[in-house]
């Protein structure tokens, strides 16, 4: 069974400029989450989505940052304009379930430096 | 405001001895809670969990023991193997808190 997949890997920009994650989840899960984890801490939940369906966007900067799963399969991750702490590495997970009992699948994360 | 501590940064042990690693949780209304386990350039892998109505869950050689009274979690490795080092997690979820997580520990198993 695929895993999450997630894309780029790195990424490099300059403060003020946009950049876009793509998170592809296990195929079946309904349920998609990205995480923002900064150096030395653990991941913080920014979304989660179930099917198509915002569930919780409360710790999400929605001044700069959006998210959207449209089809309720794969999703995207933006930020426009990026700051300086935005530096960090953006995890996308997928559950089988809406249980916060369901075990969460991580993919590989994209690595965000902001210059 | 941090939910869930993990006041170890780093735990150093040798090969065969026990590992255990710390965690400690403020939210009363967490109900259940999880270990993961993250490689250098992976996302994190779900190791073992607890559910509040129990003080112990046993995976092979993970155990989890939970402190309810003093909110307060450990994970114990038994033996520890080289191929254990790496960062763990404590994370803890509960009514309609999602998933929180400690800083990690990073475990090294010196051979």
């Known amino acids: 069974e695929a895993g999450v997949a997630q894309s780029p890997r790195y990424k490099i920009i300059e403060k003020r400029q946009s950049v876009a994650f793509w998170c592809n989840p296990i195929?079946?899960?309904?349920?998609l989450y990205w995480y923002q984890q900064i150096l030395g801490q653990g991941p913080k939940l920014l979304i989660q989505?179930?099917?198509?369906?915002?569930?919780?966007d409360s710790q999400l900067p929605k001044d700069r940052f959006s998210a959207e799963r449209l089809k309720g399969v794969d999703s995207t991750l933006k930020i426009q304009p990026a700051k300086l702490e935005d530096s960090a590495v953006y995890l996308c997970?997928?559950?089988?379930?809406?249980?916060?009992?369901?075990?969460?699948?991580f993919g590989p994360g994209t690595r965000l430096t902001v210059l | 405001d941090q939910q869930v501590k993990q006041n170890s940064p780093s735990l150093s042990v040798q090969e065969g001895r026990i590992s255990i690693l710390n965690c400690d949780y403020t939210?009363?209304?967490?109900?259940?809670f999880l270990w993961y386990k993250k490689y250098p350039a992976e996302g994190p892998t779900f190791l073992i969990s607890?559910?509040?109505?129990?003080d112990k869950n046993e995976d092979g050689r993970f155990t989890v023991f939970l402190n309810k009274s003093a909110k307060h979690l450990s994970l114990h490795i038994v033996p520890s193997q080289p191929g254990d080092s790496a960062v763990y997690f404590c994370?803890?979820?509960?009514?309609?808190?999602?998933?929180?997580f400690g800083k990690g520990t990073r475990l090294s198993v010196i051979a």
């Open positions: 997970a997928s559950s089988i379930g809406t249980s916060l009992y369901n075990e969460q699948f």
């Open positions: 607890i559910s509040s109505i129990k």
């Open positions: 994370a803890a979820s509960g009514g309609n808190t999602p998933l929180v």
């Open positions: 195929s079946g899960h309904a349920t």
């Open positions: 989505f179930q099917n198509n369906g915002v569930v919780d």
């Open positions: 939210n009363s209304m967490f109900d259940y």
